[in-house]
C-alpha cells in the first residue's frame, strides 16, 4: 500500500509542476503580446516607430537623421554608424531622449529606420512625435538625395 501511495504523489507532483510550467508559458505570452496603457500592442507601436527609407547609403542616412535630430532641437549624444545607432536628447523644459536606428532592409536597397523616444523614463506611445520626426526626416533625405544645400 505504501508504494502505490508513492507512485501516486510523484504522478501528482509531476501534474502540478507541469501544469506551473504551462501557467508560466501562457503568461509570458499575455505579456509580450499585451497591449500598453493606450491599447497599442507591441507591434502597432513598432509600426508607428519604423520607416522604410528608399536608400542604400547608410552613412547619409545616419547623417540625415543626426541633422534632423539638431534641426528638432536634439542634443547628440552619442552616434556609431557601425551600429546604426544615434542617440539624442532634448532638454527644453522637459527631459525626452531619442534612440535612432538604422539599418539596411531586407533588399539591401532600402534602410529602416526606427525611433525609440523616452520621456524621462517613460517610453513614449503617443505617434506625434514620430511623425514629426519622420517627416522632418523625409524631407532632409529629399534634399540630400537631390543635393539640395
Known amino acids: 500500500m505504501l508504494n502505490k501511495n508513492f507512485g501516486t504523489r510523484k504522478l501528482l507532483l509531476a501534474g502540478c509542476i507541469f501544469s506551473v510550467f504551462l501557467t508560466g508559458c501562457q503568461t509570458m505570452k499575455e505579456r509580450v503580446l499585451d497591449s500598453s496603457a493606450d491599447g497599442q500592442t507591441s507591434v502597432e507601436l513598432r509600426a508607428i516607430q519604423s520607416r522604410s527609407f528608399d536608400t542604400a547609403d547608410k552613412a547619409k542616412t545616419m547623417r540625415s537623421v543626426i541633422a534632423t535630430l539638431q534641426d528638432l532641437g536634439f542634443v547628440v549624444?552619442?552616434?556609431?554608424?557601425?551600429?546604426?545607432?544615434?542617440?539624442?536628447?532634448?532638454?527644453?523644459?522637459?527631459?525626452?531622449?531619442?534612440?535612432?536606428?538604422?539599418?539596411?532592409?531586407?533588399t539591401g536597397k532600402t534602410m529602416i529606420v526606427r525611433a525609440n523616444a523616452q520621456y524621462n523614463t517613460t517610453a513614449v506611445t503617443d505617434p506625434k512625435p514620430y511623425?514629426?520626426?519622420?517627416?522632418?526626416?523625409?524631407?532632409s533625405m529629399f534634399l540630400t538625395a537631390n543635393n539640395v544645400d
Open 77 to 106: 549624444d552619442k552616434a556609431d554608424l557601425d551600429l546604426g545607432s544615434v542617440s539624442a536628447t532634448k532638454l527644453s523644459g522637459y527631459a525626452l531622449r531619442m534612440t535612432v536606428n538604422v539599418r539596411p532592409g531586407a
Open 131 to 139: 511623425q514629426d520626426f519622420f517627416v522632418s526626416l523625409q524631407k
